[in-house]
DNA sequence: GTTCCGCATGAATCGATAG
DNA sequence: ACTATCGATTCATGCGGAA
C-alpha cells in the first residue's frame, strides 16, 4: 500500500481516485476557507464554494470506511455585512448525497486575534462539522475522558440518604440519578465544546489550527493502526499527530511548498506503532481540565 | 402606547398585528424548540418547523425598526442519530425573506444536560443567531466591555448571576461606585462566545436561559428608553431583565400560566422602569462595571 | 453580614420493547 | 416495516438554608 504514511503532491479530487473504496478510518481537515489563501489555492468564491467542494466529498465519501468518519473544521466568512452561507448550505449538499450530519462540535478559541469593527465582535468560535456515511461508527468515547470536576470532592464526600439510592422522583422527564455511583469516579465524558488556543507559532500556514484539535477527534475516531486522511493537509499537522499516536496518515496537498515543508517536519517522526497503545492519555485530560477550572 | 410594557396573552403572529410598524429596537427571544415542550406548547415537529416560525417572523420584521436587531436562541435537536437541519434551513429562509444573517454567537452552557450515548456526547452549546434588516444598525459595544487580565478572565467566565442578583435587591445605595477607578483602563471589548450556565434551582418556574443572556443583548443593542420584544416571553425572563435596565418590554405568549407568571414576576420589578426617564450615555457603562467590579 | 454546604434540576438521547 | 412508549444513563451549577 503505497499510499500509507505519504504526503501526496496533487489535487485531492485526483489523487484520491488512486485509492480503493473503504480505505480511511477518519478524515479530518481544515479546507482553504472562502476567498482565503488566494496565492496559494486561487481563491474560491464564497457563491462558488460547495460547487467546488463537492466533487471532492464523493471522493472522501468514497474512500471512507462505512464505520468511519469525516470530521470538518470550517467558518464561514464576512461578506457584506453578513455570515455567507455556504457552509449551512454545504451541509444540506451533503445530506442529498448521503451523509449524516451526526453532530456539530464547537471549538472555542480562547485565544482570537484582537481587533475591533463596528457591527460585530471577535470571532472566537469555529465549527467542526462530523458526517457519517451510516448511524453505526466507530467512537473510542473512553481515549477523550476528562477528570470530573471539583464539585465531586466536596459532593461525594458525604452522602445523603437520598444519594444512595435511586432517586427516582422527578417532574417530567423520568430522569433518575443515584449519586453513589459517582463515588471513585475520577473521569467523565467530555461534551461538544473544545476549548483550545490557536497556535501561536505560525508556520506560514494559512490555516494552521493546534495540534491538539486533530489530536482530540484522531482518539475518538479511530484506533492504532487505522487510518487517517487529511486532504487538505497544509503543514502537515494532521498526519504528524496521527503518526505520533501510532496512526497511518495520508497527507494530500495542492501546494508544492506545504509538500515539502509537511514531508520536512514528518521526516524525523516513526509511526508509533502498537507499542505505545495509550501514549498520551494523560494529555488531553490535563488540558481540559485546565480550561474548565478557571 | 398601551401595548408598551405589557405581558399579552395569544398567539404572537395575530397579537403582533395590533402593533404599529418599526416600533421595536430588539427581538430577543427563545421560540420552543421543534419537539420540545409539548406539554405547554404542543410540539413542533422539526419537518414543519420552518413553515410554523416563518409567518411570525414576517410580523417580527414588520414591527421592528430598521435600526434594531434580532437575536435569535436556537438548537437543532438530533433526529434519527442527526441533527435536524431546521436551524440552517431557517436561516436560509429568513434571508429570502430580505433578513440579514449578521452574526451567530455561541452560547456555552457551562452546565448541561447528564447523559451518556454510544456515538454523541452531551450537547454543551447553543445557537444565537443575529438577524437585521439593514446592514446599518445600532450596537453599543461599550456598554459590554469586558476588564482584561488573569482576575478579569475568571470573572468573564463566571458571568454567573449570584453576586448581581443580590445587589440588585441593593438598587439605589452604592450605584455607580468606584466606576471613576475603571473607566478608560483595561477594558477591551468581548466577543462572539457567551459562557454562561443554566439557572436550574428550585424556583417556582423552569427559567429557560439565564438572565444574562438577555442582559447582554439588551445592552449591547438598545439604550435605555428603547423597547424590546419577545414573542415567546415564557416565564417572562427577557421583558424582566428589559426593565431592570430602564427598557421598554412587550412579551407575548401563547399559554395562560406562563403569562400568569410573568406578570407576577413583573409586578415586583416596576419600580426600575422611572429610572428610564433620564436616559445617560453612561448609564450602560457604569452599570456594566459595577457588576463586574463587585 | 458572610461563608459553607447540601441538593434538585436541566430545550437529552438511545435502544429495546410493544402496538 | 413503522411508530409510540419506556427505562437507563449522567454532571455541573445556583439557590437556599445553616453555620
Redesign the pocket.
Known amino acids: 500500500m503505497d499510499y500509507l504514511d505519504q504526503i501526496i503532491h496533487g489535487d485531492c479530487e485526483e489523487v484520491l481516485t488512486q485509492l480503493p473504496d473503504n480505505c480511511v478510518d477518519l478524515i479530518f481537515t481544515s479546507p482553504p476557507y472562502a476567498d482565503q489563501r488566494k496565492n496559494t489555492y486561487g481563491g474560491i468564491h464564497p457563491d462558488d464554494y460547495v460547487d467546488w467542494f463537492m466533487p471532492k466529498a464523493r471522493q472522501f465519501y468514497r474512500v471512507l470506511k462505512s464505520t468511519g468518519t469525516f470530521v470538518l473544521n470550517i467558518k464561514e466568512r464576512v461578506v457584506k455585512g453578513e455570515r455567507h452561507t455556504y457552509v449551512i448550505e454545504l451541509i444540506l449538499a451533503m445530506r442529498r448525497e448521503g451523509w449524516l450530519w451526526t453532530e456539530e462540535f464547537m471549538w472555542h478559541k480562547k485565544n482570537s486575534y484582537p481587533g475591533k469593527w463596528p457591527n460585530r465582535f471577535r470571532d472566537n468560535w469555529e465549527r467542526l462539522i462530523q458526517f457519517n456515511k451510516k448511524r453505526k461508527f466507530n467512537m473510542y468515547q473512553e481515549s477523550v475522558m476528562v477528570p470530573?470536576?471539583d464539585?465531586?470532592k466536596?459532593?461525594l464526600?458525604?452522602l445523603?440518604d437520598?444519594?444512595q439510592i435511586r432517586?427516582e422522583s422527578?417532574?417530567?422527564?423520568?430522569?433518575?440519578?443515584?449519586v453513589s455511583?459517582?463515588v471513585g469516579?475520577d473521569l467523565?465524558?467530555p461534551n461538544n465544546v473544545l476549548h483550545l488556543a490557536t497556535e501561536c507559532a505560525n508556520r506560514n500556514h494559512s490555516a494552521a489550527f493546534p495540534t491538539d484539535l486533530p489530536r482530540w477527534f484522531i482518539k475518538l475516531f479511530t484506533e492504532v493502526g487505522d487510518t487517517v486522511l487529511d486532504p487538505f493537509v497544509g503543514s502537515g499537522t494532521t498526519a504528524l499527530v496521527a503518526a505520533e499516536l501510532g496512526r497511518h496518515y495520508i497527507g494530500i496537498d495542492l501546494m508544492a511548498d506545504y509538500v515539502d515543508l509537511s514531508r520536512e517536519r514528518l521526516a524525523g517522526i516513526q509511526i508509533a506503532l502498537p507499542i505505545a497503545a495509550e501514549p498520551t492519555a494523560e494529555y488531553d485530560v490535563c488540558e481540559a481540565q485546565e480550561e474548565r477550572t478557571e
Do not use: E
Request: hydrophobic content about 30%.
Open positions: 470530573v470536576g464539585w465531586a466536596t459532593r464526600a458525604n445523603s437520598t444519594d432517586d422527578n417532574v417530567g422527564s423520568g430522569f433518575g440519578k443515584n455511583n459517582w469516579r467523565v465524558y
